[in-house]
């Protein structure tokens, strides 16, 4: 246990989850850690509680800071941590992790000479918890690693399910002010990796609370995952051209996620915001690019193709899926 993992905390008005996160982080069977709370401006006794923790357990630092979003708080632990420790990872304040998550993602990481190790999680929902295992992997090679992990649902955009050598994060930092930080970093992180490892078993628990603002549907967060896809083609337009392909497929679907949202209901659309019929005939203008794309799946491109004819039948036919599915 000669190196050190740094592990940063963001934390905001937490203080109903924030103990069993942090004493969830301490009692790891790997020791050597450095554990970095950052109280990014929390309004109840978030502060209190990082203080005092920080009086139990000397390897525990807590930086107070304005609030500024999540991004910030972990930019604000980056850069108290990235010329100590030998590794970064992320636990999010109302999270957990098994006693042993960073003793198996170090000796994996140190195993594989890698770069990144990343395992699976549960999810945390009320009374239910739901496991999600990835596919055993190991890519090699910067090529490779970008082909195998890029967009990959067996590479979670999350940054929390994974130990990172943390000269990756040397200029990397989280975009402010931004949604979906963890998903506008994945190409600059992804860039200086040359060794990822995949392991399936679970060992993060990621808890969506009832109520939870981050699970709550609104246009402004629908919108802004379109912007999300948008800036990151325009990266990969410039950087890594091979993967544009793979870029438009992702904005494909998240703008008929967008147009789902808008025509069942589930977000309300502003005045001067995107409407059901801007994105048909956003469809109806890329039709034949999407058709000629061979990373969007036939079953999506069926889809396309009837939000581009009718935005009527289109609802019905999801409809009639949803029902069949039940």
Not at 203 to 210: A, E, N
Not at 230 to 245: F, G, H, Q, S, Y
Request: net charge neutral; proline share 2%.
């Amino acid at each position: 246990m000669d190196d050190l993992i740094s592990v940063i905390v963001p934390v905001y008005n937490a203080e109903f989850y924030l103990r069993q996160c942090i004493d969830s982080i301490i009692k790891q069977t790997y020791t050597n850690l450095e554990i970095v709370l950052v109280n990014d401006g929390s309004t109840d006794n978030s502060g209190k509680i990082c203080d005092e923790y920080k009086e139990i357990d000397s390897r525990i630092k807590v930086i107070h800071k304005m609030n500024g979003g999540l991004s910030s708080a972990r930019n604000a632990g980056l850069d108290v941590c990235i010329s100590g420790g030998d590794y970064i990872a992320f636990v999010d304040s109302d999270d957990w992790i098994e006693s042993d998550m960073f003793e198996k993602l170090y000796n994996e990481i140190k195993r594989v000479n890698g770069d990144i190790v990343v395992c699976g999680y549960y999810i945390d929902k009320q009374d239910q918890t739901y496991i999600k295992k990835l596919e055993k992997g190991i890519f090699v090679g910067n090529d490779n690693v970008l082909k195998k992990c890029f967009y990959n649902k067996n590479f979670p955009n999350a940054v929390w399910c994974k130990l990172y050598n943390k000269n990756i994060f040397n200029e990397v930092r989280f975009p402010e002010g931004k949604l979906y930080e963890d998903m506008l970093i994945i190409l600059d992180v992804l860039e200086k990796t040359s060794v990822v490892s995949i392991i399936p078993e679970a060992f993060y628990h990621y808890s969506q609370r009832l109520n939870s603002i981050m699970n709550e549907k609104t246009y402004h967060k629908s919108f802004e995952k379109i912007l999300a896809c948008e800036n990151i083609l325009e990266k990969v337009k410039v950087r890594k051209p091979d993967l544009m392909n793979l870029a438009y497929s992702q904005l494909y679907k998240h703008y008929m996620y967008f147009l789902d949202d808008i025509i069942f209901g589930r977000i309300n659309v502003p005045t001067n915001g995107v409407t059901s019929e801007m994105i048909k005939k956003y469809f109806q203008k890329n039709i034949l690019e999407i058709l000629k794309n061979l990373n969007v799946k036939s079953k999506n491109k069926l889809m396309y193709i009837i939000i581009s004819l009718n935005l009527t039948f289109y609802k019905m036919f999801v409809e009639f899926v949803e029902k069949v599915r039940k």
